[in-house]
């Protein structure tokens, strides 16, 4: 039995591990849609696989499923090494999760919370107040971000890594929440029109 990925397209977390397969080409990964819209993420098969009806889901050849993205992406990288996507040494390993770590805390999250506070595709009630503080601390990691991706072409230099594919969920869920990237991330737009938009579904 291949291996399953549950996900949904909009969504963030799954949009990271999706990138990471692709980037792989890890094609024999069964892609199955959860579809929120039909509130699949409640149904009890769903739920067998997430308690907490989240995706994505890594279902593994016996049944084991795992449901934490950066996890999924780090336990396929140890299976399937090439091309590395991580590091080849401890000292780019600790490199580039630094990025990706920075990435997933200070554009990741404040780009889901800002949707969710403006256009939630959940359903969420708006909230001015989170979207502006979210909105207000956003220009500083762009703009670090942004000068990485100028000496790059990629987030780590010149082999994309799971830094880009955290990237590309923060930028691309942005782009469903209708939030524009501002003209002065320029080396940002041009990451995305290059690198990312080769991945995306939605
Ligand atoms: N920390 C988890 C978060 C998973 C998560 O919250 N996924 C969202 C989609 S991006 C979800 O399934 N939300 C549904 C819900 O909260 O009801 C990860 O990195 O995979």
Redesign the pocket.
């Known amino acids: 039995m291949p291996m399953k990925l549950y996900h ?1 397209p909009p ?7 999706l990138a990471y397969i692709r980037e792989k080409g890890l094609d024999d990964i069964e892609l199955v849609l959860v579809d ?1 819209f039909n509130q699949e ?2 149904s009890p098969a769903h739920l067998a696989r ?1 308690p ?5 889901v890594l279902e593994l050849d016996d049944g084991t499923c795992l ?4 996890p ?1 992406i780090e336990y396929l990288e140890e299976q399937f090494p090439n091309p590395w996507m991580i590091g080849r040494t401890p000292l780019e390993r600790a490199q580039v999760r630094s990025r990706e770590r920075y990435i997933e805390m200070n554009i990741l999250s404040r780009v ?1 919370r800002l949707v969710h506070a403006t256009r939630s595709p ?1 359903g969420l009630p708006p909230n001015p107040g989170v979207a502006a503080s979210e909105q207000a601390r956003l220009p500083e990691a762009l703009s670090h971000v942004n000068a990485m991706v100028g000496t790059g072409p990629f987030v780590c230099g010149a082999q994309p890594t799971i830094a880009d594919c955290t990237l590309l969920a923060a930028l691309n ?1 942005a782009r469903f929440g209708q939030i524009e990237l501002a003209a002065e991330y320029a080396h940002l737009q041009e990451w995305f029109d290059q690198f990312a938009l080769r991945h995306l579904q939605t």
């Open positions: 949904f969504a963030p977390n799954p949009a990271k591990v929120f993420q409640t997430s907490r009806g989240t995706v994505p449901t934490e993205s950066l999924i889901i959940l869920f």
